[in-house]
């Protein structure tokens, strides 16, 4: 018996790329591993934007999902974190050690990426002036380190939510 869990945001939902509304188009299934290999399925709300000229489909995932990626953001943190290894009796098989070493892989890759994108809509959003761009301070370091566990859904959410993008595969 497969169960499948209908995720329903009470939120209007508004279009990160040009800020119209959303409107719901369809469903479409969506995995969640967890550890041990259990495997839950999700039904998404998939989104279209009403302004012609964009058009744009998104889905509209929970808190414990990352676009891309079939693990939950608790996991993928703590792996990253090096709270999970490979030699973990309860992930000996699920996740394999060559995908917790793709996580470790993708936010480094993606890091520079992360804090340019959180810089610059802080800084539109808050009015700071441009040193605040030019500053080295990592604004992910700094995420998480003040929020631990949980800093991975909240950069997500941020990053998607203000129009931006997280590279799945980032060129190296």
Not at 34 to 40: H, L, W
Not at 77 to 98: K, N
Request: proline residues 5%; contains cysteine; charged residues 30%.
């Amino acid at each position: 018996v497969k169960r499948i869990f209908l995720v329903i945001s009470e939120e209007d939902a508004i279009c990160p790329g040009c800020g119209s509304s959303l409107c719901r188009r369809d469903k479409k299934l969506r995995v969640h591993k967890e550890v041990g290999g259990r495997k839950r399925w999700f039904a998404i709300n998939r989104l279209k934007c009403t302004n012609e000229k964009c058009g744009r489909l998104h889905n509209e995932l929970p808190d414990c999902m990352v676009p891309y990626k079939h693990y939950g953001t608790d996991i993928i943190e703590d792996v990253i974190e090096g709270g999970r290894t490979a030699d973990d009796l309860e992930t000996e098989d699920y996740p394999c050690e060559g995908t917790m070493k793709h996580w470790k892989w993708w936010l480094s890759k993606n890091e520079v990426n992360i804090n340019g994108q959180m810089k610059s809509v802080l800084q539109h959003l808050m009015d700071l002036d441009i040193e605040f761009l030019k500053s080295s301070d990592s604004l992910l370091e700094g995420l998480r380190e003040r929020i631990s566990p949980g800093w991975l859904p909240v950069v997500v959410r941020f990053i998607y939510n203000s129009g931006g993008r997280i590279e799945p595969y980032p060129v190296t």
